[in-house]
């Protein structure tokens, strides 16, 4: 098995990690993840908003956000648990996740409202 790469976050460019967080899929991820007080298991996220994300590209998602130094995976077993690492990146760019974060939320906020006005016309 390969090791797992975590980065330095002095090592790591600014743009990787805005890079890693344009995907909307992988922001939804690391937005989960950051929410949550424990690990969170990669097949906890097999469905990500309402879309079914087969597990290589779960992976794929997952290294992205790995290597830019954005979480920390553990394997377990044959599961891998991921942490964030909010407080390194902040200590480098203070604020900086807190408000992707905050952004992504108004966003999905937004979403819902859309969502649910569309149901309530088709009724």
Same mark, same amino acid.
């Given at each position: 098995?390969?090791?797992? /790469?975590?980065?330095? /976050?002095? @090592?790591?460019?600014? +743009?990787?990690?805005?890079?890693?967080?344009?995907?909307?899929?992988?922001?939804?991820?690391? &937005?989960?993840?950051?929410?949550? @007080?424990? !690990?969170?298991?990669?097949?906890?996220?097999?469905?990500?908003?309402?879309?079914?994300?087969?597990?290589?590209?779960?992976?794929?998602?997952?290294? /992205?956000?790995? +290597?830019?130094?954005?979480?920390? !995976?553990?394997?377990?077993?044959?599961?891998?648990?991921?942490?964030?690492?909010?407080? +390194?990146?902040? &200590?480098?760019?203070?604020?900086?996740?807190? &408000?992707?974060?905050?952004?992504?939320? /108004?966003?999905?906020?937004?979403?819902?409202?859309?969502? &649910?006005?569309?149901? !309530?016309?088709?009724?």
């Amino acid at each position: 098995m390969r090791p797992l /790469i975590h980065p330095e /976050i002095a @090592d790591v460019p600014l +743009e990787l990690m805005l890079h890693a967080l344009a995907d909307p899929v992988r922001v939804a991820i690391f &937005a989960d993840i950051v929410k949550q @007080d424990c !690990s969170q298991s990669c097949s906890s996220f097999l469905t990500v908003g309402e879309k079914q994300i087969p597990k290589s590209t779960l992976s794929q998602h997952f290294k /992205i956000l790995r +290597e830019a130094g954005l979480i920390r !995976s553990e394997r377990r077993g044959v599961e891998m648990h991921n942490t964030s690492r909010c407080a +390194e990146v902040d &200590a480098r760019y203070p604020g900086m996740l807190a &408000a992707i974060a905050n952004a992504h939320q /108004i966003q999905m906020n937004a979403r819902e409202k859309t969502t &649910a006005k569309k149901r !309530s016309t088709r009724r």
